[in-house]
């Protein structure tokens, strides 16, 4: 079935460092990629989301890349901040199947 | 952004007995509802999508006779814990989407079995 993997499972970059954080998926029929942030006891939000007609997008310190060959997706944070601590998700979705596919998260830390 | 809105946000009961949990789209039709369940600092494992009008559609070894899920219209999901145990506790968040666009999730369930 399908799987999305994500790497790596925690992170701790210092403040004003960058982070970058992987997804590789198996369905080939993907090719709607969003990125959840999640704190604490709260409901994911969506930061950035990338479809596969586009190779790179960016919004301010975020930005998410795709390689549909080899299917990897990517999510980089420039310029970290203590409020980007929090644990994010990649996910994939298709057309022919509607459902949303869910890495398996990572922690990020941000050192003072 | 969209709105989802669940309830109840937390709940506890007793061994035994079940719970439903709500799921609406408030400003939005949702053709596909998700429910995830989530244990403590893992991933969100989806349990079942379910479209209007229609069975739902349980993934790989979950029981659709414990998670009745319904989803009546299109603004409403609900699931039902049925006969709940301790090991059903857990954190329960629905999402929904309008076809092939960004999924919202709802604020999420915290089922306490006792």
């Known amino acids: 079935g399908e799987n999305v993997e994500q790497h790596p499972s925690t992170l701790s970059v210092q403040e004003g460092d960058s982070a970058v954080i992987k997804c590789t998926y198996s369905?080939?029929?993907?090719?709607?990629f969003p990125w959840y942030k999640q704190e604490l006891g709260k409901r994911p939000q969506l930061i950035i989301d990338?479809?596969?007609?586009?190779g790179e997008k960016k919004d301010q310190r975020i930005a998410v890349t795709l390689n549909k060959t080899a299917k990897h997706f990517s999510l980089h944070i420039t310029e970290t901040q203590p409020e980007d601590s929090a644990v994010y998700f990649c996910?994939?979705?298709?057309?022919?199947?509607?459902?949303?596919?869910f890495g398996s998260g990572t922690r990020l830390s941000i050192r003072p | 952004g969209a709105v989802v809105s669940q309830h109840p946000s937390r709940v506890i009961c007793k061994s035994g007995t079940s719970v439903k949990i709500e799921c609406r789209s408030l400003?939005?039709?949702?053709?596909?509802m998700f429910w995830y369940r989530q244990f403590p600092k893992q991933s969100l494992m989806l349990m079942a999508t379910?479209?209007?009008?229609?069975?739902?559609?349980?993934e790989q070894g979950v029981e659709k006779d414990k998670f009745l899920i319904n989803h009546a219209s299109l603004t409403l999901s609900t699931l039902t814990v049925t006969s709940a145990h301790p090991e059903d506790s857990s954190f329960y968040i629905c999402?929904?989407?309008?076809?092939?666009?960004?999924?919202?999730f709802g604020q999420g369930t915290r089922l306490t079995v006792v």
């Open positions: 990338i479809r596969s007609n586009v």
């Open positions: 996910a994939a979705t298709g057309e022919l199947s509607s459902k949303i596919i």
């Open positions: 379910s479209n209007e009008g229609s069975k739902a559609t349980y």
């Open positions: 999402s929904a989407r309008e076809e092939y666009t960004e999924a919202f």
């Open positions: 369905d080939s029929a993907s090719n709607y």
């Open positions: 400003d939005f039709q949702a053709t596909t």
